[in-house]
């Protein structure tokens, strides 16, 4: 089945930092990938939507430039959070998609802990 | 806008019996697709199983099966013999319309007990 790798898969790191997330499809082409955002015992919240080659379509309420999401080429898309602060500490995830009606397959996560 | 709303929060079964996990979404589209995913203590998103709209026969995958209902809106899952690696979270998703993204409920947190 489609594979999705998300690395790391956790970081702790001092405020202000800057942390870069990345996703990759591993035996297929993503189209399409997402970046979602998830706080305990909640649902996935949708951050943003990245179409290799154009500039991310962020949601409402998310700021683009502290979430600087990259999409270069089929297999690759990069989220990297800019100085850090504590309030950014959540669990992200990113999925990824070959066509608009293939099913979205998801990394495992990255725990970000900032302090 | 499209909806997914899933009205049970947390819900408790023992090891071997069925349960059931609704889900009701709202939508003017006529072509789209529905998703349930689990993601277990892992975190890990996983997708059990996927219906199409236009398809009139309900999705199975092994132990788990859909009573996708169109007209009503409602695509609950059923979880036969369940077992103990079933525990997660699991989150009912709509994908169709104009939207490039899915839309998930809130989740139902599945517990099997021994």
């Known amino acids: 089945g489609a594979v999705v790798s998300q690395h790391p898969s956790r970081v702790i790191c001092k405020s202000g930092t800057s942390v870069k997330i990345e996703c990759r499809s591993l035996?297929?082409?993503?189209?399409?990938m997402f970046w979602y955002r998830q706080f305990p015992k909640q649902s996935l919240m949708l951050m943003a939507t990245?179409?290799?080659?154009?500039?991310?379509?962020?949601e409402q309420g998310v700021e683009k430039d502290k979430f600087l999401i990259n999409h270069a080429s089929l297999t690759l898309s990069t989220l990297t959070v800019t100085s850090a602060h504590p309030e950014d500490s959540s669990f992200y995830i990113c999925s990824a998609r070959g066509g608009w009606d293939q099913p979205q397959h998801f990394g495992d996560g990255t725990r970000l802990s900032i302090l | 806008a499209q909806t997914v709303t899933q009205s049970q929060p947390e819900m408790s079964v023992q090891e071997a019996e069925t349960v059931t996990l609704s889900c009701t979404y709202d939508?003017?589209?006529?072509?789209?697709?529905l998703f349930w995913y689990k993601q277990p203590p892992s975190r890990q998103m996983i997708l059990v199983i996927r219906?199409?709209?236009?398809?009139?026969q309900n999705a199975t995958e092994n132990r788990f099966s859909v009573n996708f209902q169109k007209a009503a809106k409602s695509f609950s899952l059923k979880i036969s013999d369940s077992q103990l690696g079933d525990t997660a979270m699991y989150f009912c998703?709509?994908?169709?319309?104009?939207?490039?993204?899915?839309?998930f409920g809130k989740g139902t947190r599945l517990h099997i007990l021994p």
């Open positions: 219906q199409e709209a236009y398809k009139q």
């Open positions: 998703a709509f994908l169709g319309g104009r939207d490039d993204k899915i839309i």
């Open positions: 990245s179409n290799e080659g154009s500039k991310a379509t962020y």
């Open positions: 939508t003017s589209e006529s072509n789209y697709y």
């Open positions: 035996d297929f082409q993503a189209t399409t």
